[in-house]
């Protein structure tokens, strides 16, 4: 790993389901300490009035009770987030555990665990720590309604309309983090490219294969103006790489004042460089929008196969793709170039036609013979057109061609725009004739 920047700690945050299960356990013994302390200022039978013998079979009862509990409550998340990964996509296992109300009931399951443990080994032949009892007893309480709200929180992220909704969302809140957040920076005039054809160093991946992560373009922009260079990132979010693919290349401003460059294999800017290109085995919903694009369509290509067989679920699929649409057709995408003083980065990005077709093209591949597939992507061409701008309709007007091609063996009817896939469309001599309204009306007065 090559530093600690800020993203790669947010990324390590993301990943680490360990972190608050762990607290918990510390804070579970810095608690039992607290109340021990506390427990020998107690008088005798001021609060539950146990027994020694009493308060061991409690704490003991509690302590052995939870560790079962913990183990059986666990397998069911286990055999849940096994059940959610097949149903929608195997890369939907990432949503489920990144969910933090698991964690911190887990936490508070073993913080109950461990207090009550602790507490036991403080129980005398003649001293019985009441305070300790009490706490369990409450902490008991606490991990049950814990519990309770872990059902509701499982069972609410497996359901196929918030998990495509949770996907939706996400996509469209780093489509506008990630896109738009440099946009002011991106107005700075291009250098003479003749200036820059001189690539003065290639800085390549020396890790193990993984995918494209994220790119750090505030930290590349900090080297590039201290050392007067234009850094173009080859590397765009979300692709492959092995050892030895381009990650970035760097090249003279043009001024004539490069600063001095270590360029060897084991250079400081070399590694500083490289680090800015975070590569990991596993792509980030939270920075890569693309990715969040990319499971909503493989949720609705799972549920449009042969053996699944449903395409409702696509069609609410496609309710939340034409919201990501939405969303990208009004930011600046493709390439960008930042500028800071000399210094100058390029990034690779996603342009609209890669959007439109990762949305739409296998959707419509696998869906062509399915009428409420069909009917639902006109609905989505009808309504997303008029809020694209005119230099992005191109796209739009080839896949609409595309898919008038592709469904045009299966009658008319494939063809009518219907939110719905099949139950919503209005038939446009009906809806726009005069009177339609009051014809529908009954005759006599509404009782």
Known sequence: MHGWSALRLRLWWERAFWVL???????????????H????????????????????????????GMVTFTGLVFSFVVLVLQFGSSQYSPRTVAYFLRARSTQV???????????TFLSLLNVGRDHAPELAVLCAVVLLVVSLVAFIALLHSVGRRIRVDAVLSALGRQACAQFERRMDGTAHLSTAPEADPAAEREIVMTVRHTGRTGQVVAVDGARLLRIARRHRLTLTVRARVGDGVTRGSVLLECSPTGDGATAPLDAGPTGALLRRLAGCVVVDVERSLPLDPMYSLRLLVDVA????????????????????????????????????????????VRLSGPDWSDVVELA?????????????????????LDDVAPDVPPDRTAALTAFRARLHEAAADRGETALVPDRQGLGGARH?????????ATAAQPDGPVP
Request: glycine share 10%; proline share 8%.
């Open 360 to 380: 739409l093209l296998e959707v419509l591949t696998v869906g062509a013979g399915q009428p409420q597939i069909t009917r639902r992507l006109v609905a989505l």
């Open 105 to 115: 009931i887990l936490a508070t399951f073993l913080f109950t665990i461990t207090f």
């Open 37 to 64: 302390i506390v427990d020998l200022e107690v008088p005798p039978d001021a609060l539950v009035g146990v027994t020694a013998s009493a308060a061991t079979q409690v704490l003991a009862a509690i302590g052995g």
């Open 301 to 344: 290509m799972r549920a449009l196969s042969p053996g699944i067989n449903d395409p409702t679920t696509a069609v609410r699929a496609l309710d939340e793709i034409e919201q990501v649409l939405r969303t990208a057709a009004a930011l600046p995408l493709g390439t960008r170039s930042l500028a800071d003083g000399p210094g100058r």
């Open 21 to 35: 299960p762990t607290l918990g356990v510390l804070l579970g013994l810095a608690f039992e300490i607290t109340v």
């Open 428 to 436: 446009p001599a009906v809806a726009d004739a005069p009177g339609a």
